[in-house]
């Protein structure tokens, strides 16, 4: 997921040496403005990507419960979920410090 941030946000980086990775895929790293590239979409997609991990945990969980996963998977995935929401809280806590610091600019 923040590969995904990092290489939509510093276009052309890696592709240009033969580098592999998410730099380097088609599409990625475009040298033009392009909706794919805009930060917004970045943004969703990455809220969408967060509640499908957390959703995924859910289910995981559920399936530990009833015996049908291991306490391996269950704990893996809850682990990814709580990576996701400390995400979230980090960049929900950056923008309302943000806004707070432009309401604080006098005009």
């Given at each position: 997921?923040?590969d995904?941030?990092?290489s939509s946000?510093?276009?052309?980086?890696g592709?240009?040496?033969?580098?592999t990775?998410?730099?380097?895929?088609?599409g990625?790293?475009?040298?033009?403005?392009s909706?794919?590239a805009?930060?917004g979409?970045?943004?969703?997609q990455?809220?969408?990507d967060?509640?499908?991990?957390?959703?995924?945990?859910?289910?995981?969980?559920?399936?530990?419960?009833?015996?049908?996963?291991?306490?391996?998977?269950?704990?893996?995935?809850?682990?990814?979920?709580?990576?996701?929401?400390?995400?979230?809280?980090?960049?929900?806590?950056?923008?309302?410090?943000?806004?707070?610091?432009?309401?604080?600019m006098?005009?």
């Amino acid at each position: 997921m923040l590969d995904a941030i990092s290489s939509s946000m510093t276009p052309g980086v890696g592709a240009a040496r033969g580098a592999t990775g998410p730099a380097a895929t088609p599409g990625v790293g475009k040298t033009e403005a392009s909706p794919e590239a805009d930060f917004g979409h970045v943004l969703g997609q990455m809220a969408l990507d967060a509640i499908g991990t957390v959703k995924a945990s859910e289910t995981t969980a559920v399936a530990g419960v009833r015996g049908e996963a291991t306490v391996q998977q269950v704990v893996e995935s809850v682990m990814a979920a709580e990576q996701a929401v400390q995400a979230g809280v980090a960049i929900r806590d950056k923008v309302v410090s943000a806004y707070l610091e432009i309401s604080r600019m006098s005009i």
